[in-house]
């Protein structure tokens, strides 16, 4: 075929017209294959859906909202940052059909630099890192939270304390640790569990709060304009409400970091990530709009220590609205096993390529269960770290897991410009954008640049010790550590995603 013949639209064309075997897949990447392939479409799917979690994210933010734009902020916002974040995640699904394997984002941007492979994959892997171990730590923290609002209205003289929140976060994670250890079957399992408990429990939340109230908001309502932030620009304030809505949609990668774990990965998982979020924004548009009609008297509401709750209460009684935040504990029970899965399986790939302390450990795998055990302990050692500050300050502890969004979506970023970088040279899986995919490639990345900046601006107002957004502060430390790091000694042993040997070579080291 001559040069001018061979297009982005042929080849996308030929893309189209070929699955490729999953294990010729990884072989022609230069791995061998170590883990087994139980995740069918619908596991793969369940994983990011599970770690997007819903219900979850609104109930851990949905005050912060309140304050920050209110209902016009909170209905709105949704609606538009969850369209950007289905253009991110179609972005990284078309880079996830080229190059289904567990490294996802740095294994992606180590292929698709042109220059400086080793760096680009380094700083992308260790920003993935951070942010995941981020996000472990936080939903085990947010569980834990709740757990002890549920234990406080069945039992009104408990008191909760910032040394029982880090206990019990420290006995989520582990348990979520133990679950990890064992089969990949067990894991799968959990997750399509997972997925119609929070299905089945969106429908019954969402049901009750139509039917059960005696008094709901009118119509014009959702227009309501809110800012309690304490800045004076209301603007402003509205702008930090986008972050309710960027802050549940994280996570979706896990359905790349499962793909050699995935049957006929280079279609699976990118219909995963797209589908989750596209699921997610409905479902959580949905939610949404049940818990703003329901609010009853919005300062009461709004000052409250978990407002959700206080809106169950009101509006369905205490009975069953301590019912209802059963569900919503399990789900975040469930969101933290989906992300240590994700975690563990970005820790396994990044060590497999040498990129870790202790590389040799955290890539081997068990013989009895096909799952890296060893990188399981890693997350979670690394997320019970991150959570032993809160035993002092809660400030603390925020700090630290604050780098948790924006580290995933700087992460996120790095992989889909390398992209649309490569420009026509770049060769796409069966799943892809056709000449759709620089539009969205650079609408995701201008989305993610500009989220990421709001991430890091005060949020509240006076801005005190305890008020302080010490996200960039955090974001910087682990740049800095990265880079001191990388030229120290990494750019000498890391070169970027390494190749085991020819397709023949490595296909003979499979585990059988």
């Not at 369940?46 to 819903?54: H, K, Q, R």
């Not at 008297?297 to 009101?314: F, H």
């Not at 060769?427 to 609408?443: K, S, V």
Request: net charge positive; aromatic share 12%; charged share 10%.
């Amino acid at each position: 075929m001559s040069e001018r013949m061979s297009t982005p639209r042929s080849r996308a064309r030929a893309a189209d017209s070929v699955v490729l075997d999953d294990d010729a897949t990884l072989h022609a990447m230069g791995y061998p294959r170590k883990l087994t392939r139980r995740f069918q479409a619908f596991d793969n799917f369940a994983i990011s859906f599970t770690i997007i979690n819903i219900l979850s994210g609104i109930f851990s933010s949905f005050g912060f909202g309140m304050n920050a734009g209110g209902p016009r902020v909170l209905v709105f916002g949704w609606i538009g940052v969850s369209l950007m974040v289905l253009l991110i995640g179609a972005a990284m699904a078309e880079v996830a059909s080229a190059y289904p394997t567990s490294g996802a984002l740095y294994f992606s941007a180590g292929k698709l630099a042109k220059r400086h492979k080793g760096a680009w994959s380094w700083f992308t892997g260790w920003l993935n890192f951070v942010g995941q171990i981020g996000g472990t730590a936080a939903t085990g923290y947010a569980a834990a939270t709740f757990i002890q609002v549920f234990v406080q209205l069945q039992w009104p003289s408990y008191r909760p304390t910032a040394h029982q929140t880090v206990l019990i976060t420290a006995l989520v994670i582990v348990l979520q640790g133990l679950a990890n250890t064992y089969t990949v079957q067990l894991v799968a399992l959990l997750n399509r569990i997972s997925v119609w408990w929070l299905l089945i429990g969106l429908v019954v939340i969402v049901g009750a709060l139509v039917v059960m109230p005696d008094h709901h908001r009118s119509a014009s309502f959702v227009t309501h304009f809110e800012n309690g932030t304490g800045f004076t620009s209301g603007l402003y304030g509205g702008m930090l409400g986008l972050l309710v809505t960027s802050w549940t949609f994280t996570g979706f990668d896990g359905s790349f970091h499962m793909s050699e774990e995935t049957v006929h990965a280079t279609v699976s998982a990118p219909k995963g990530i797209t589908r989750a979020i596209g699921c997610s924004a409905v479902t959580g548009l949905a939610l949404m709009l049940a818990l703003v009609y329901s609010i009853g008297d919005y300062a009461g509401v709004a000052g409250a220590p978990a407002p959700p709750v206080r809106i169950l209460i009101d509006g369905l009684g205490l009975r069953t609205a301590k019912v209802m935040l059963l569900i919503v504990i399990g789900a975040m029970l469930f969101c933290g096993l989906a992300n240590l899965t994700s975690n563990t399986r970005q820790i396994f790939a990044f060590s497999r390529d040498g990129a870790m302390p202790g590389s040799r450990w955290w890539h081997s795998v068990s013989l009895r269960t096909r799952t890296p055990v060893k990188a399981v302990w890693l997350a979670v050692a690394c997320s019970l770290a991150l959570v032993v500050p809160g035993w002092w300050s809660h400030t603390a502890f925020t700090a630290i897991v604050s780098v948790n969004v924006v580290g995933l979506f700087l992460a996120y970023a790095v992989p889909i410009f390398l992209r649309l970088r490569l420009g026509d040279a770049f060769q796409p899986g069966p799943w892809h954008l056709g000449r759709w995919g620089r539009p969205i490639g650079w609408l995701a990345v201008v989305w993610i640049l500009l989220s990421s900046v709001l991430f890091m601006l005060p949020q509240a107002s006076p801005i005190t010790v305890d008020s302080f957004n010490y996200a960039p502060i955090a974001l910087a430390v682990v740049l800095l550590v990265a880079t001191v790091w990388w030229f120290a000694t990494a750019r000498r042993r890391f070169q970027g995603p390494v190749s085991y040997g020819r397709p023949d070579e490595v296909a003979a080291m499979d585990l059988v």
